[in-house]
């Protein structure tokens, strides 16, 4: 955290601005609505990258953290985080050798969809004693990772006969509330096996509306919560008045209505889209950025009745607020016009 | 450059590996056609973003560089590059301070589409009384920034009558041939005020099969032809035998044929798509790699005949291999399965 701006018209462009007095909002709504359900809230740093940010969501209540990969625990354990788990199968010597190096000082928590993953983590364990806590993730409908009830049995019984790690529960991404009988299912399998489930734990941005139809999660993961953008609002999980996170970024080139240019281009809002645009412009909402290359966002003023002129600042609510986060080395916490404080993104960017 | 790994076999997943021979190959492909036509080559760096992948350009015959923005060509002057192009409108006060500072210790030329751009730059020089050399854009195909030819003549009038400011000539991006009409045009209006045109500078891998159609081409600016990618492939500007980059990758879960995951997401490869896939797989053209995450890559491998296993290596072919480069730390220079040089990107992820 340095201070080097004393208000937004100081920044150069592109650069983002987390609006705090809506992220400290949108930190309390989150923890109050697991809380009123009885499930701890995890927050998931991937959205963030920043252990000034995670510590406020500890603050609130929130427990542990969950990164998604090595290289994010280690900047977290560095600044003192000591839950951390890690919803991914780690494969591969180096990076489980340096999870087992990371167990040794927190704790730390990863799933696994099949033997191969145990058998990778186990072997690195061992080989330092340090404890793996290993949940067994349950295939949901997102049809990513994860394995079937039968097979969760299987690994859940190798986990508790493996040295040096521990079956910590079920791990479901996302929980929506239709993946409830494979999990019920799961857990039945599990009880006449006689093995003690003590998380099952759910996650994902659209299952939080389901959280009360789960009343098996014992806690939540979710990462843009924090944040949101316009995939959230898009599905409805916010408003474009909960959104704290704005890239702002200047116009560079206004020859045409229709062609006016920003210095925001992939590089700083990323290429994902909804509705084929890049971002929501939020003081005109009727432009339409169409397309972007690396360095330039372009966007149709058409509808707006006016041109803008170059140098003038627009505010893109972004289409991913995770994505945007791994290509900004800042993140700008403003209240109005005010820099309140300078964020570096401390897990920005890792790759392993 | 640093030297960690002995070969690729070492290396944790995802990293970007490039193929040195076909770098090589490709340097000296751009180079001889660029020659053969009398046109200089200038490379854009944005594609690697390494001092030294532009140095060997340089060797190569290549005459200065082009970089997109302020930082970029701060840090290849830092690295000792002279001679500097920076096709882009550059806005703002504190930007333009930094060029005209730039401009101090290195050749710096831009770009302007219009008279308030021109201003700005104008007024950032003669405050540190450097010279900026300047170029106008005309507007192309692409409809991106760029003017008309009637503009053009006015904007070039400007900047010949402004202190600290040197007309260099004309910038078109994208060169395809068919914006000839619109170039001689402008020439026509420049030469009969009496104007001398030093450069017309073309630029964009699409438009290297146009440069014999546009004799007055003083100059090339790509960025691409160094390492290819799928989009060229797809655009018949290269084949797969010509992509230096490939993303090494590890399998993580390979419970069903149709939803093998990887470890390498929209973090790694970027989320542009052709023909609604993310990367082309070097070892396997029939798999598909229909979806990612930031952490997750979802391969298809029905068409294949068999399902890889976890911990298995794929090698990914990028769809656009500028924004990838953007997304690492380091870039491995590989000879067959030797890692001979590791990079530092050294200006990744550079914002403004």
């Known amino acids: 955290m340095t201070m080097t701006f004393a208000t937004i018209h100081d920044l ?3 650069s983002v601005l987390i609006d705090l007095d809506l992220m400290e909002a949108n930190i309390g709504v989150m923890q109050s609505r697991c809380d009123a359900l009885g499930i701890a809230f995890r927050p998931h740093i991937k959205t963030h990258k920043i252990p000034d940010i995670a510590r406020r969501q500890l603050e609130a209540g929130a427990k542990g953290i969950a990164c998604q990969k090595v290289s994010e625990a280690e900047v977290f354990a560095d600044a003192g985080f000591d839950d951390i788990q890690i919803p991914y199968n780690i494969v591969g010597a180096r990076k489980t050798r340096r999870l087992a190096e990371l167990a040794k000082s927190a704790k730390v928590t990863v799933t696994v969809d099949s033997q191969p993953v145990i058998d990778g983590i186990a072997a690195a364990a061992q080989a ?12 949901s409908l997102g049809q990513r990772t994860g394995t079937t009830p039968a097979a969760a049995l299987a690994l859940a019984k190798q986990i508790q006969a493996t040295d040096n790690l521990n079956f910590a529960g079920l791990m479901i991404y996302p929980s929506d509330a239709a993946i409830r009988p494979r999990l019920l299912e799961t857990l039945a399998l599990l009880e006449a096996a006689g093995i003690p489930v003590a998380t099952v734990s759910g996650g994902g941005s659209g ?14 993961r ?3 919560c924090i944040f949101w953008d316009w995939n959230s609002v898009s599905a409805d999980y916010a408003g474009f008045d909960n959104c704290a ?31 084929e645009q890049f971002g929501y412009i939020a003081e005109h909402p009727a432009a339409r950025l169409y397309k972007v290359n690396e360095e330039h966002g372009y966007v149709d003023f058409s509808a707006c009745g006016f ?15 995770c994505v945007v986060t791994n290509l900004h080395n800042q ?13 570096e993104v ?3 960017g890792l790759v392993w």
């Open 128 to 139: 330092v004693d340090s404890t793996i806590h290993m949940m067994v993730e349950l295939v």
């Open 207 to 220: 299952a939080i509306s389901d959280m009360r139809l789960l009343p098996e999660l014992t806690e939540m």
């Open 245 to 275: 996170m704005r890239v702002r970024a200047s116009v560079v080139s206004a020859n045409e209505p229709d062609r006016v240019i920003l210095d925001s281009g992939s590089k700083s809002i990323q290429s994902e889209t909804i509705d």
């Open 331 to 343: 993140l700008y916490g403003v209240r109005g016009d005010t820099i309140e404080v300078v964020w």
């Open 346 to 348: 401390a897990a920005r």
């Open 12 to 14: 150069e462009t592109p």
């Open 307 to 321: 041109t803008p002129s170059v140098g003038d600042i627009v505010h893109i609510i972004p289409v991913h607020t």
């Open 222 to 224: 979710v990462g843009t």
